[in-house]
């Protein structure tokens, strides 16, 4: 097996399980080379800061793993992990809860219920080994290993395997957040940027946050802490637990408007707010250049003439813009007027979205959206939910794309299709 030719040793490292990977690799030292390969991929996933960094220090203490690593991984993923899983087992344990004459009948788990306390028992168990305080010189270690590192992530998928485990966590995962008791082994965005910033050479060009709070986002920016902003080129946030714009206001110091002052050579932007209100858009700069090419906008309160300002600053650069959820903060505006005028700057957009909820003083629209995410085309007008796909009309917002792009009239008047499913 050890003079086999090194594309059909990978093919067979491709089609094996993680234990067969770690059997082969013991054949020789060219199948072990070649096993590092699958092992080491270019996201590298970290589910508890307390274990997985420790992980990322061993491989940089082994010389094979060091240069593997330090010429393959170029993303670190964060899975979140702030909340609390005594909480969640509580909720699974009483959905069983009975009254019957004013007696409780106790929980007797049945094999699915049994799984499902088993893993998020282990859940728990391992929460303890997190109470590790995670220095500045052990996370330098660790990000030492990845000098190619250019993009950070954090997600929010659901961490569960069993079914009736995954279907709680969908339920109650908000209120699983509220309840969290962060100990020592927390992890701050702002301790985290603070070590990126201390490491030579390391270049992170890309943000993603599913689950950040107003707090979280208190970046404690100052000039020589700043450095890993400036080269930020894509951002992608989810901010939760907004209240409005008063409890976004706390301290302006630390608001968005900072990584906005820092970093003007941003080129892709995204920001949804997962809020009852429209936040305002007062921490974009609107005296200053910027090179931004894609920006996606949910949940806003817009105000025409900052906005406007704003735009044409990015002008030269920007393509695709896309509005979700929001509402006109201007009483003096409609939505029409509004575009009318994107319309007359003559931007150089390309594609241009706004779905959702959209309301005025004087309208209120549902418009489906002709984009995802990734601003590709949904397909044969069908928008996909969790569980189902559904035809619905995107028509409307396909009017007003064509309108605002110079290639047709403002659609007529809204007329909203009542027969529309409802999407889970």
């Known amino acids: 097996m050890a003079s086999l030719p090194h594309e ?7 089609s094996a399980d993680i234990h067969t990977i770690k059997a082969l690799r013991l054949v020789s030292s060219s199948w072990a080379s070649i096993g590092l390969e699958v092992l080491l991929l270019p996201t590298f996933v970290i589910k508890s800061p307390a274990v997985d960094f420790q992980r990322l220090v061993d491989i940089g203490n082994h010389y094979n793993t060091a240069q593997q690593a330090a010429k393959t991984i170029n993303t670190l993923e964060f899975r979140d992990n702030e909340y609390d899983p005594t ?14 004459d004013y007696e409780r009948v106790d929980f007797v788990p049945s094999q699915s219920e049994q799984a499902s306390l088993d893993e998020i028992d282990a ?3 391992l929460r303890k080994l997190e109470n590790k305080v995670l220095s500045h010189g052990y996370l330098r270690q660790a990000f030492g290993t990845v000098p190619r590192l250019h993009t950070i992530k954090f997600t929010s998928p659901n961490p569960f395997q069993q079914h009736l485990l995954r279907k709680v966590w969908d339920e109650y995962n908000l209120t699983a957040y509220r309840t969290i008791r962060r100990g020592p082994g927390y992890l701050k965005l702002s301790h985290i940027f603070s070590v990126i910033n201390g490491i030579r050479g390391l270049n992170v060009e890309h943000f993603t946050h599913e689950l950040c709070t107003p707090t979280s986002l208190q970046f404690d ?5 700043s450095a890993w902003l400036h080269g930020l080129r894509i951002v992608n946030l989810t901010i939760n637990n907004v209240r409005g714009p008063r409890d976004w ?3 302006p110091s630390i608001s968005l408007s900072d990584l906005f002052i820092t970093n003007l050579n941003l080129e892709e932007l995204s920001l949804k707010f997962e809020s009852l209100e429209r936040i305002p858009l007062d921490f974009l700069p609107t005296d200053k250049q ?3 090419k894609t920006l996606s906008l949910a949940t806003v309160a ?4 900052s906005f406007l300002s704003f735009l044409s600053f990015n002008s030269s650069s920007l393509k695709r813009l896309s509005i979700a959820n929001s509402e006109m903060a201007d009483q003096q505006f409609t939505w029409q007027g509004f575009l009318e005028q994107i319309r007359a700057a003559d931007l150089k957009l390309e594609k241009f979205q706004l779905s959702g909820m959209i309301r005025s003083e004087t309208e209120v629209w549902l418009q489906w959206p002709i984009y995802d995410a990734d601003w590709k085309p949904f397909e044969s007008g069908t928008f996909v939910g969790k569980r ?22 403002w659609p007529g008047e809204y007329t909203p299709d009542l027969a529309l499913p409802m999407i889970t």
């Open 8 to 14: 059909i040793k990978r093919l067979i490292f491709d």
């Open 388 to 409: 189902t796909k559904v035809e619905v009309s995107s028509e409307r917002t396909q009017q007003i794309e064509d309108f605002l792009l110079g290639k047709g009239n």
């Open 123 to 125: 859940v728990i168990e």
């Open 87 to 100: 909480y969640l087992r509580h909720v699974l344990c009483s959905r069983h809860v009975q009254v019957s």
């Open 290 to 292: 910027g090179c931004l």
């Open 221 to 225: 920016i100052r000039r020589r802490e």
């Open 249 to 251: 206001a706390i301290n």
């Open 302 to 305: 817009i105000e025409p003439t």
